[in-house]
């Protein structure tokens, strides 16, 4: 039996700061990447692979993202918008004003991060797991930073930023899933990876190990990186 799939979640309601000048009068989803906006690289992943419907999570400029990407029908994946209003959410903050909009569990990633796996794997065996939120992660030799979560039989022990610890040796690969009531019941938590942190030390937060290394355009760095990968690859749509 195939796997439904989930809504996705964008988390795309940051001031980036670091691509500045750049994203002086753009919003980061808009910052060009091989000739295409980047959330446009991110919606043909998820169209690619099945995926009907998404829900961005916007903030700042928000409204510029509306207006180029409309209701997604262009790209093959409807889309919604979930405002974080006069004051930024939090990462967190702005899945808990998404929840209408979602649906009883989805799926999260990063306005700023292309993740080049099938993300159909991940999402069986969210279903198949008994903890209501999966974190995805990648052993710290695939990737450039520290190492911030101890992940050992399916299941993240220990996670976060912060502090570090030897059993680390994986990182948050930006993808999860959530039952939706999770959100519901931690309305003074406004970022994601606080609450993750909590919901490993309440042995609640399943994981999943990939092995495709990351992209990521929230700094020059990484958006020089990945203009150049997708320059190199064959085109598609």
């Known amino acids: 039996m195939t796997t439904p799939l ?47 419907h998404a829900v961005l999570c916007v903030g700042y400029l928000g409204e510029q993202i509306e207006a180029a990407f409309g209701d997604g029908r262009a790209h093959g994946i409807r889309l919604d918008y979930s405002y974080d209003g006069k004051n930024q959410a939090g990462t967190a903050g702005a899945l808990r004003l998404a929840l209408p909009k979602l649906g009883p569990f989805f799926l999260t990633l990063y306005g700023d991060s292309y993740l080049e796996i099938d993300y159909r794997p991940v999402c069986a065996a969210f279903a198949a797991c008994d903890r209501p939120a999966l974190m995805t992660v990648i052993h710290e030799t695939l990737a450039s930073e520290a190492a911030n979560a101890w992940f050992e039989n399916d299941a993240i022990r220990t996670y976060g930023k912060k502090s570090r610890i030897p059993e680390m040796k994986h990182i948050d690969y930006g993808l999860g899933l959530f039952q939706a009531e999770l959100f519901r019941d931690a309305s003074d938590i406004r970022d994601l990876s606080d609450f993750q942190g909590l919901l490993a030390q309440e042995g609640r937060l399943a994981g999943y190990e990939v092995a495709t290394p990351y992209f990521e355009i929230g700094s020059p760095r990484g958006l020089q990186a990945l203009e150049s990968h997708l320059k190199a690859k064959p085109v598609q749509p």
């Open 6 to 52: 989930p809504t996705v979640a964008i988390l795309a309601g940051g001031l980036a700061t670091r691509l500045r000048p750049i994203t002086e009068t753009i919003p980061k989803a808009l910052v060009p990447v091989a000739g295409r906006p980047f959330l446009a690289h991110q919606l043909s992943l998820l169209s690619r692979q099945g995926f009907p």
